[in-house]
Every structure is written in C-alpha cells, then in structure tokens.
C-alpha cells in the first residue's frame, strides 16, 4: 500500500495486492483468511470520507457487491463448519445485506457524482467528531481522558508489533473505525501468508492478534456503532453499510470463537477533562494519518505475544496449521 490516502489503494487491493487463493495455495485455511481479508477491506474502505471518485466508481460499477458476493462464496466453500451454527447463519445474512447495498446504489447512487457522495458522508458522519455515531474506539466506554489514553496506546501497540504505521499524509486517528478495520485486513492476509510460508508458530501468532482485537476491541465498540449510524443515518448508503457491519461482526465473532463483553447505550460516555490551570494534555496519538503502511516487522510481531497468557486462553477457533 502506498502512502497516499486509502482510496486510492483499495480498488487495486481487492484486484491486486490480494491475489485468488487458488494462485497462492489449494488450502481451505488459506482460502478462509483471504475472503475474511477482503471483506474487512471493503468495508474499511467505504467508511472513509471520499476525497476522489474512486471508491464511488467502484460502488457505482458494481464492482464492491461483485467482490463482496465473490469473498462470501469462497468463504462459504470452505468454512467447513468454522464458527458453528451461527457463522453459517450470518453468511446469508451478509449476503443479503450486499443485495440491500446493491438496490440501494442502482435507486439512489447510480447518478451521483462526487459531491453528493461527500454531501450523504458529511451528513451522517459530520465535518466534526459528531457524538451521534463517532467512528472512534476511544469515545466508547471510556468517560475519562486518561482511560482513552490507555485504549489508544494498547491499539497503537497492536500497530507497532506488526511494523504498521499510519500515514501522515491523511489526518485521521489511529482508533478510526476504518484503520482498525484495515488492520484486521492486514492481518487475515497476513495469515494467509504465514501459511503458506512460515509455518504454524508464525500463523498462531498472527491468530492470536486477530482473537484479541476482535475480543478487546473492535467485537466491543463495533456493535453499538453500529445501531447508533442506522439511527442516524436512518436510510440509505451508509445506513446499509451499518447492517453490512454489524452481521460481519457477529460473523468474525462467532468464526474466532471469542467472547467479546460488547457496550451498550449506556457505556457511551464521551471523556470529559478538565486541566489544571496553565496545564495541558493531549494523547499524542491523534491526528497521526490514516492509512496503514503495511511494514511487516516479524520481531516485533513476536513480542506482541502475551507470554504469560499463552496455554491460558480457553478461547476456541481456527487452528495454526493449514
């Protein structure tokens, strides 16, 4: 990925930087990682704010349903069973969320240009951190600036020790719904890879990652995010890529076998901070670029590991081993 802004890499991602398995590898594991990649891309992408016609084109094309139908049935093929019961029942869910998405763009997309794109954007997300659905981690369950910082520097962490970095040329935080939502990207194919060539110790680390953020992070906040952008957006767009989110969710939930504790209405307490005088604080984290540079960093990756917690996890789910 470049380090440019996300919409003009993500078009080329799903055609390019993520090739068919077939090509990779003939293994259900690896088939699995990259449709999860992919599905966390596409929706990584159609959160940010559309600074070009790229990401409307795809839309208008048809080409985000196509490839979002794609992933789902490769995912489909091969889930043999992963995440029970319930992952199989999301799977139809998801797809009729992308059917929803797909009459929604032919009633209401199909003639726009960029400004009425930006315009819907602007409407449902705000020029500012609007506080009826912020895309940021850190405004959920975190009613003190300081438990934000602690939120913040375990996600910059996750960052670090696997070599990603945020791009400075887009100003968005580290916590956007959309960079996290990158990440998993990343590392889903990051698995991939990892079995194909690194073997099952490397591809359990990279499982691991996946389990915890989901678990401790974006399988918290993600859920009540969602319900808070349908209310807001209430039709349309943005208001369907909501319901897209929240089943693949539940999906990822249910496929890593993780228990995440989710926040409801009430956890949402915006921090509030009142300095001492002639004092200042500010997280430092903020404000640092948008897209993930992806730099992989296999030193780093492997102190990511809790090694205290290792053997410890009762968790369930995909195995490190094609």
């Known amino acids: 990925m470049t380090s440019k802004q996300p919409a003009q890499t993500h078009s080329s991602a799903v055609a390019a930087v993520i090739p068919s398995s077939p090509a990779i590898k003939d293994s259900p594991a690896v088939e699995r990682a990259l449709s999860r990649s992919k599905l966390y891309l596409l929706v990584s992408w159609s959160l940010l704010y559309p600074e070009d016609d790229e990401f409307l084109d795809y839309v208008q094309c048809g080409e985000f349903v196509e490839d979002g139908r794609a992933a789902l049935d490769a995912l489909d093929t091969v889930l043999d069973g992963m ?22 763009v032919a009633s209401e997309c199909v003639n726009w240009q960029l400004a009425d794109l930006q315009a819907e954007h602007r409407r449902v997300f705000s020029n500012v951190i609007t506080l009826d659905c912020p895309p940021y981690e850190t405004l959920f369950g975190n009613d003190h600036v300081f438990a934000q910082s602690q939120v913040m520097g375990d996600i910059a962490g996750f960052y670090r020790a696997f070599g990603v970095e945020l791009s400075k040329d887009i100003h968005e935080r580290l916590d956007h719904l959309s960079v996290e939502f990158e990440f998993m990207h990343f590392l889903a194919y990051k698995e991939s890879y990892a079995r194909c060539h690194d073997g099952a110790d490397k591809t359990q680390i990279v499982l691991d990652a996946q389990k915890k953020f989901v678990k401790n992070h974006v399988g918290r906040w993600v859920p009540l995010f969602c319900r808070m952008l349908v209310k807001k957006a209430s039709s349309g767009l943005y208001k369907h890529m909501a319901d897209l989110m929240a089943e693949w969710m539940d999906f990822e939930v249910a496929f890593l076998s993780v228990v995440p504790t989710p926040y409801s209405e009430t ?26 540079s992806l730099l992989l960093n296999e030193v ?6 809790d090694k205290k917690d290792q053997g410890k996890d009762k968790e369930e789910g995909p195995v490190g081993t094609a």
Request: net charge negative.
């Open 83 to 104: 995440g029970g019961e319930r992952a199989k029942q999301k799977m139809g869910l998801l797809r009729k969320q992308f059917d929803h998405i797909e009459k929604v």
């Open 300 to 305: 780093g990756a492997e102190s990511f590991l």
């Open 267 to 292: 956890d949402y307490r915006p921090a509030t901070f009142n300095s001492p005088e002639g004092q200042a604080y500010e997280c430092g984290a903020q404000d640092q670029g948008n897209e993930l």
